[in-house]
C-alpha cells in the first residue's frame, strides 16, 4: 500500500498538492469545453476563452449588465447572449470589434434589451469577432 500523504516528505507533499491543484484546473477546463452551459449575470463580469460555448443571459438583472469578451488568442471562440430580463445586456469587445450590421467599431459595445433577443459571435483569427447568429435589435455603443 503506498504511502499517506502525512508520512511523506514534506517537499513530496507540497508537490502532490500542487499536482492535484492542476489537475483540479485541467479537469474544470476540460468539463467547459466538453459541455454547454447556462450561466445567469445580474452584474458586470469578464468572460475567459474557456467558456466557449456556453449561454450567458440577464436573468434577474434589475439594471445593464455589461459581459466583457476575452482577449482572443485563437479563432473558433464561440459565446451566445440571451436577454431574459427587461434590461440592458451589454457584450464588450475589449478594443477588438464585433462585426454585425449594426456596426464595426473597435472598443464598442453591442447590446439589447427586450425578452427573448440573442447573440452569437465567434472569434477570428484577427482577435476579432464574427456574429454568426443574432435576433432581435441589437445596436452600437454610440
Known sequence: MPPSLEELPKYLRKLVIWVEKIYKEIASRINWLMTNTVEVHTSDDTLTEHETGS??????????????????????????????????????????????????????????????????IISDSDGDWYTIAKYGTWTEEA
Do not use: H
Request: proline share 3%; glycine share 10%.
Open 55 to 120: 449561454v450567458y443571459s440577464n436573468l434577474g438583472a434589475t439594471g445593464a449588465v455589461t459581459l466583457t469578451l476575452p482577449t482572443v488568442t485563437k479563432a473558433g471562440i464561440k459565446f451566445t447572449f440571451a436577454v431574459q430580463a427587461a434590461q440592458e445586456l451589454r457584450v464588450d469587445p475589449g478594443t477588438a470589434t464585433i462585426r454585425d450590421d449594426s456596426g464595426q467599431t473597435a472598443d464598442k459595445y453591442k447590446s439589447a434589451n427586450a425578452i427573448g433577443e440573442c447573440l452569437q
